[in-house]
Structure formats: C-alpha cells, structure tokens
C-alpha cells in the first residue's frame, strides 16, 4: 500500500464519517426514509466521494441494506434504526453504520454496540488477531 492509497481510505473515511453524523441527525420520528437516503448520498457527493453503496437503512423487522425505491413514502415512527453509510475515493472505501433507537425501549442494546465498538477501537492495531478483537467485542457486550 502506497501512502497516496493510505491517504484515500483516510479521506473515504473521513467523509463517510461525517456523512453518517448528518444523516443520524435526520432520523426522528415523522421523516422520510427516502429523503434521509438521498440527503446522505448528496452529502457524500457534496464531500467530495462517491458511493460505495447507496445508503441503506434497516428498521425492526426491515432487513439490513434496505433501500428505497424513488417512490417510497415509508416514514420513521418508533423503530430501531439503522443507516449504514459507504463512500469510496478512487476505489478506497470507508464504510459506517449507526443505530438510531427511535421507540426507547432499546436503549441498552444500542449502548452496548457503541461500548464495544470504542473498546474493539482501542485494541485494533497491525499484527492484532482478530479473535482478540472479538473477543474485547464478545466481552463488552456480555457485560450489559
């Protein structure tokens, strides 16, 4: 790997970051499925990426990478969200999820995600196997 090639996952990254704190920010109660959708995937352009993928959002029963059709009207009640976010920079992607609990009856789960998410963050490092990075994962969520 090239430190150009480095630098574009980083940018990727980067932008699939900010992507995903703009669109968590549209998921409320009453918003547009499809317009959280197209709001992401503009902001992703707007930053400079292009996509992965387009943004996908699952709900309760609604399985992961669902997107969408342009005439889709589903709206956000009291769901538990998901928008997952994947951006590339000539060919390096960056990709992202967030858990939006809308009905507040999952709270613990999403906080146990998020929890283990930011413990697996502190051990991953080059040469670190990967059980070991699941298993601080598997730890953390036994722990709530």
């Known amino acids: 790997m090239t430190m150009e090639n480095l630098e574009e996952y980083k940018k990727a990254g980067k932008i ?4 995903l704190v703009f669109g968590k920010s549209l998921i409320v109660k009453g918003g547009s499925v499809l317009d959280v959708c197209n709001k ?8 400079g990426g292009e996509l992965a993928f ?7 029963e609604i ?3 669902f997107c969408p059709e342009d005439d889709d009207e589903l709206k956000f009640t009291d769901q538990l969200v998901s928008l997952d976010v994947g951006v590339h920079v000539n060919g390096f992607i960056g990709d992202n999820a967030v858990t939006v609990d809308l009905s507040g009856e999952n709270s613990d789960l999403v906080k146990a995600s998020q929890e283990a998410l930011k413990n697996a963050l502190g051990v991953v490092n080059v040469g670190v196997p990967l059980n070991e990075i699941g298993k601080v ?7 709530f």
């Open 16 to 19: 699939a970051a900010e992507a």
């Open 40 to 47: 992401v995937e503009a902001k992703v352009f707007e930053l």
């Open 54 to 60: 387009p943004a996908q959002i699952s709900m309760n």
């Open 63 to 65: 399985a992961a990478h």
């Open 137 to 143: 994962i598997e730890d953390t969520i036994k722990g």
